[in-house]
């Protein structure tokens, strides 16, 4: 099987347009990066799929012309799926639309509070591990080096 590169490079573009989306703040960009990257996956298992031959009935065609019938069964799922999919997050985008009047998707409060913990506990194992003497506390009104 021959691979055609004029679908190699538009199934590049399909998934790279829809990761990008992905990437972004906003439900509505994640919903279309969504729904690209559901189309690549659409037209990805075509080509997979193969060449068009005949239908899969015995006896009607011979056994080499005919056309694997799973990857378009895979297709309509992956079909089915996305638009599922794409529903439940139009439901969400305009529930946050409804309740906050804008769909950005904002950095957990929790989550800051956890990274900058850690952050501190990695600056502090470094800081102990580059210093090997000890140092006397500062005195009254003096500052403490950072």
Do not use: C, K
Request: aromatic share 6%; glycine share 8%; charged share 20%.
């Amino acid at each position: 099987m021959t691979v055609n590169i004029t679908m190699a490079i538009v199934l590049a573009g399909l998934y790279t347009v829809g990761l990008y989306l992905l990437m972004q703040r906003s439900l509505m960009r994640v919903i279309l990066g969504i729904v690209i990257v559901g189309h690549g996956a659409n037209l990805f298992l075509q080509v997979a799929g193969g060449p068009p031959g005949q239908p899969v009935f015995v006896g009607s065609a011979v056994l080499e012309t005919m056309v694997d019938p799973l990857p378009q069964a895979l297709a309509l799922t992956a079909i089915v799926i996305t638009f599922a999919l794409t529903t439940f997050l139009l439901a969400l985008a305009y529930r946050s639309w409804a309740l906050l009047g804008h769909d950005e998707v904002r950095d957990d409060v929790e989550d800051r509070r956890i990274r900058l913990a850690e952050r501190e506990r990695e600056d502090g194992e470094e800081s102990e591990s580059e210093t090997t003497t000890s140092f006397e506390a500062p005195e009254a009104g003096e500052e403490v080096p950072r």
